[in-house]
T-cell receptor
Framework: EPEVTQTPSHQVTQMGQEVILRCVPISNHLYFYWYRQILGQKVEFLVSFYNNEISEKSEIFDDQFSVERPDGSNFTLKIRSTKLEDSAMYFC????????????FGPGTRLTVL | DAKTTQPTSMDCAEGRAANLPCNHSTISGNEYVYWYRQIHSQGPQYIIHGLKNNETNEMASLIITEDRKSSTLILPHATLRDTAVYYCIVRGTGGGNKLTFGTGTQLKVEL
């Protein structure tokens, strides 16, 4: 069964460093998402991406965040200058259509900012 | 998207049916009810969704009341592996496709 994959599974970085989280969505999906979950808190929407552009973003997704689909398979989330409060699980998701669709989530990347 | 209310936690004996309720009294006509679950910090997993008719798939059944103000997710024969946080999400098709997760129901399946 096709699945969303994410790398790395765990990333440790120093405050102020740039990190890139990688995702490989399901191959025929066209809609891509990033969510995050701070330990013990709710899953929060960050951004959605379609047709090589951001279709929606949350207040969390400020100028230090960016997303890219550099090739036909990868979908990346970049955090330019990490802060302690960016420590969280980051989940990538993909869907094959808009509207009444289900989103398929990856296993997540645990980001720890020291 | 309409707000949902779910119990914080529930217990269920293995092999029995788990019935997870959700209230969504402000749901509007074009909004669907979605259920996802999250097993211990893994990525959320889609379970089922519906508009007004009852739905069933290989994982669960979804019962939506006639007035659509509440719904129940039924896991017919719960196993230990069904221990998870279950999220009821109501959303329409307009705007973006983001999912807004609440705190969900922590279901604990015990022997």
């Amino acid at each position: 069964e096709p699945e969303v994959t994410q790398t790395p599974s765990h990333q440790v970085t120093q405050m102020g460093q740039e990190v890139i989280l990688r995702c490989v969505p399901i191959s025929n999906h066209l809609y891509f998402y990033w969510y995050r979950q701070i330990l013990g808190q709710k899953v929060e929407f960050l951004v959605s991406f379609y047709n090589n552009e951001i279709s929606e973003k949350s207040e969390i997704f400020d100028d230090q965040f960016s997303v890219e689909r550099p090739d036909g398979s990868n979908f990346t989330l970049k955090i330019r200058s990490t802060k302690l409060e960016d420590s969280a699980m980051y989940f990538c998701a993909s869907a094959n259509r808009l509207g009444y669709n289900e989103q398929f989530f990856g296993p997540g990347t645990r980001l720890t900012v020291l | 998207d309409a707000k949902t209310t779910q119990p914080t936690s529930m217990d269920c004996a293995e092999g029995r049916a788990a019935n997870l309720p959700c209230n969504h009294s402000t749901i509007s006509g074009n909004e669907y009810v979605y259920w996802y679950r999250q097993i211990h910090s893994q990525g959320p997993q889609y379970i089922i969704h519906g508009l007004k008719n009852n739905e069933t798939n290989e994982m669960a059944s979804l019962i939506i009341t006639e007035d659509r103000k509440s719904s129940t997710l039924i896991l017919p024969h719960a196993t230990l592996r069904d221990t998870a946080v279950y999220y009821c999400i109501v959303r329409g098709t307009g705007g973006g496709n983001k999912l807004t997760f609440g705190t969900g129901t922590q279901l604990k399946v015990e022997l």
